[in-house]
């Protein structure tokens, strides 16, 4: 079952700070996060593997909410780098890692 | 150089002509999956491999086949294509950690098919 992200698009201008959510209905072990550049591949962003644990590079965070069964994915003083579509994925069931629709970012100067 | 290869980049194809798109990775991973991506719908999964001769049906399995007869190797074979397997097709992989994901997966460039 794919977690779901919201918001589905997000439009900022430089500097501007956004917060992409990821939640599931089911149990959470995991979340990865993955942005994807348009006309590129996916790039790995980061993991999280337990309950409350945050990580980030540069101005890139997340943190890993295992009772609200959701992850959030905070870009701080956004820039145009920063634009493309982000996703997280999670295992379910008996599959590894199954993504979310996305969430488009733009970043506008 | 550690990556994820794909072949061909771009493809267009007819109806019913049966094609394959191959995928290599030279990082001894033991996951490999294969992904297709349409507009508004993100990425879907269509067969993952933990390892060499196992195989699993992602969300959308169907007119798709693969194999795992190798390590390193994990073509996606479309017997007889139709339009609406028109799409985006990214394979990945990594290595696994008991029966999760716990390192990061390595994409492929991407193959775009067209099946009019």
């Known amino acids: 079952q794919q977690p779901v992200q919201s918001p589905q698009a997000v439009i900022l201008r430089e500097g501007e700070d956004a917060v992409i959510n990821c939640s599931s209905s089911?149990?959470?072990?995991?979340v990865h996060w993955y942005r994807q550049k348009h006309g590129e591949a996916p790039v790995f962003l980061m993991i999280?593997?337990?309950?409350?644990e945050q990580k980030g590079h540069d101005k890139i965070s997340a943190s890993f909410n295992e009772k609200k069964q959701q992850s959030s994915l905070y870009l701080t003083a956004s820039q145009l780098s920063y634009s493309g579509t982000y996703f997280c994925?999670?295992?379910?069931?008996?599959?590894?890692?199954?993504f979310g629709k996305g969430t488009r970012l733009s970043v506008i100067a | 150089e550690a990556q994820v290869t794909q072949n061909p980049r771009y493809l267009i194809t007819v109806t019913g002509k049966k094609l394959t798109v191959t995928c290599s990775q030279n990082m001894n991973h033991e996951y490999m999956s294969w992904y297709r991506q349409d507009p508004g719908l993100g990425l879907r999964q269509i067969y993952y491999s933990m390892n060499v001769e196992v195989t699993d049906k992602g969300d959308v399995p169907e007119g798709y086949k693969v194999s795992r007869k190798e390590k390193r190797n994990f073509p996606l074979i479309l017997e007889s294509p139709s339009p609406n397997q028109t799409s985006l097709y990214f394979c990945a992989s990594s290595l696994v950690g008991t029966s999760a994901l716990y390192n990061e997966q390595f994409f492929g460039p991407g193959t775009r098919l067209t099946v009019l």
């Open positions: 994925g999670t295992p379910s069931g008996n599959t590894p890692l199954v």
């Open positions: 999280l593997l337990k309950g409350g």
């Open positions: 089911k149990a959470l072990y995991s």
